[in-house]
């Protein structure tokens, strides 16, 4: 079993992290690093998410009302949400049926506008937030926990191997072992957080999680920039680790995360996301975007 050039392989499920009682309930073995596939391999690609979409959402086995169209919407939208992990996935597709079915018997039948527009409802996250995915996320230690922080207010969120002190890297190899973290790069000389659950997660947990949504939307554009600046904590963001350390000077993560904070405050229905450029087909430029049905802002 230690041996990966053997033809004989055995899939195991390991929970995520370790602790006393996990350790108890098998004898420990040994497998070299080449013998073991990581949270990483757990995705969807493209073509299987479609077909694991259009199996499994209740709304996709109505073509009359949810086109093929719909269906690929809906599946780059999901990848946006979970990273196409296969069990974030499940969760995220069998929460909204749930949710889908509740509400088509209180309101009647659901456009598919309506089911596009669910995956970003606040009570998705929450829902992942609670599953076993994030439990390792709810378990690291100060000093991982300091890292972390580090790849939040990075650039990208990326942490580069090449400029990692040696005691980083140890800090970063325990962190991919609990799935908070996963090699990228042609080399693997990057660490990024292995899903989009846990990259907001630990975004939230670093600059606070946001206050209650505003009871309605800012009637205009100068309304809404002015209450987002008005409603952004100057203080908090100077004081936290979002500076370089030989001038102070404020680092573009800790701006930008905190107006999304203050954006999703200050809004009661708009979608608020941060670094989506890539979603869109474009370079980076759109940092942080916020929608309203056919309305579109991007800064």
Not at 141 to 166: R, Y
Request: contains cysteine.
């Amino acid at each position: 079993m230690t041996n990966h050039e053997n033809n004989i392989r055995i899939l195991l499920f390991s929970a995520y992290g370790s602790s006393l009682q996990s350790s108890l309930l098998a004898s420990p073995v040994i497998f070299t690093a080449q013998s073991m596939l990581g949270i990483d391999w757990l995705i969807f690609t493209d073509a299987e998410l479609k077909d694991f979409v259009v199996r499994n959402l209740d709304a996709a086995k109505e073509p009359a009302k949810f086109t093929d169209d719909s269906v690929n919407l809906f599946c780059v939208n999901l990848k946006r949400v979970t990273g196409s992990h296969c069990g974030l996935c499940y969760a995220t597709v069998a929460y909204l049926n749930d949710v889908l079915r509740a509400s088509e018997r209180q309101r009647g039948t659901l456009t598919a506008d309506h089911v596009l527009r669910s995956l970003d409802k606040p009570s998705v996250f929450n829902h992942l937030e609670g599953t076993r995915a994030l439990l390792s996320a709810n378990n690291v230690t100060p000093k991982e926990l300091a890292l972390v922080k580090s790849a939040v207010f990075s650039e990208g969120m990326v942490l580069a191997d090449n400029v990692m002190p040696a005691d980083a890297k140890i800090i970063a190899q325990y962190l991919v072992q609990k799935g908070v973290l996963v090699e990228s790069g042609a080399q693997n000389q990057e660490f990024v957080f292995s899903s989009p659950v846990k990259k907001r997660f630990f975004a939230e947990k670093v600059f606070g999680m946001p206050a209650g949504r505003a009871l309605e939307n800012p009637d205009t554009l100068d309304d809404l920039v002015y209450a987002i600046v008005s409603s952004m904590d100057c203080e908090h963001i100077q004081s936290s680790l979002g500076n370089t350390k030989k001038t102070g000077i404020l680092l573009e993560r800790a701006w930008q995360m905190e107006l999304y904070k203050a954006s999703f405050q200050c809004t009661c229905d708009y979608v608020t996301s941060a670094d989506v450029g890539g979603l869109f087909g474009t370079t980076g430029a759109i940092d942080c975007p916020f929608i309203q049905c056919a309305s579109f802002l991007g800064n």
